[in-house]
Antibody, heavy 121, light 109 residues
Framework: QLQLQESGPGLVKPSETLSLTCTVSGGSISSSSYYWGWIRQPPGKGLEWIGSIYYSGSTYYNPSLKSRVTISVDTSKNQFSLKLSSVTAADTAVYYC?????????????WGKGTTVTVSS | QSALTQPPSVSGSPGQSVTISCTGTSSDVGSYNRVSWYQQPPGTAPKLMIYEVSNRPSGVPDRFSGSKSGNTASLTISGLQAEDEADYYCSSYTSSSTSFGTGTKVTVL
């Protein structure tokens, strides 16, 4: 059964870059049927789509975050990663990695458990 | 892009039906059949309940159904059960991105 696991620092200082990695187990990230993405949820608030990537490296970003976001993929490690630059307290959230079926904006059929990132000095 | 609009809360007794609305615009819900619904119990990751407006993933009970009319999508839970108590979010494709709804808390009385 496919599983996703987020990893990375739980605390990031304002103005620095948030970096997270998602490790895919139980399946290949190079499957042609799926895209891989990041979604976040600030404390007590709703979900926000950050962006997605295909195993070939094609990326799709939320326009409101596009200037600060980079998503990359490492097929040799079966991982994909998120970098969010110039973070502020507003970027404090639970960050989920996800598998999207069929297209870069499709339904998320597999979610990681989520990792909490706090932006604070 | 703006968040899709959902009612903050809905409630019902066990066995009853409840419907959650998700209102967007002609730039998202109204133009694409790319609406999904997610269930999120407290402290857990969301779970896909409906995709492409009305399709249920394997393992999702047929008590959950989705539909769309104009710029509004809907999720109906029939035969409400205690285990259905959770937050629910819709999402829709929009202009090379995805928007989520504001979220609805379903309470089983």
């Amino acid at each position: 059964q496919l599983q996703l696991q987020e990893s990375g620092p739980g605390l990031v200082k304002p103005s620095e870059t948030l970096s997270l990695t998602c490790t895919v187990s139980g399946g290949s990230i190079s499957s042609s049927s799926y895209y891989w993405g990041w979604i976040r949820q600030p404390p007590g608030k709703g979900l926000e789509w950050i962006g997605s990537i295909y195993y070939s490296g094609s990326t799709y970003y939320n326009p409101s975050l596009k200037s600060r976001v980079t998503i990359s993929v490492d097929t040799s490690k079966n991982q994909f990663s998120l970098k969010l630059s110039s973070v502020t307290a507003a970027d404090t959230a639970v960050y989920y990695c996800a598998r999207l079926e069929g297209d870069p904006f499709g339904g998320v059929d597999v979610w990681g458990k989520g990792t909490t990132v706090t932006v604070s000095s | 892009q703006s968040a899709l609009t959902q009612p903050p809360s809905v409630s019902g007794s066990p066995g009853q039906s409840v419907t959650i609305s998700c209102t967007g615009t002609s730039s998202d819900v109204g133009s694409y059949n790319r609406v999904s619904w997610y269930q999120q119990p407290p402290g857990t990751a969301p779970k896909l309940m409906i995709y492409e407006v009305s399709n249920r993933p394997s393992g999702v009970p047929d008590r959950f159904s989705g539909s769309k009319s104009g710029n509004t999508a809907s999720l109906t839970i029939s035969g409400l059960q205690a285990e259905d108590e959770a937050d629910y979010y819709c999402s829709s494709y929009t202009s090379s991105s995805t928007s989520f709804g504001t979220g609805t808390k379903v309470t089983v009385l």
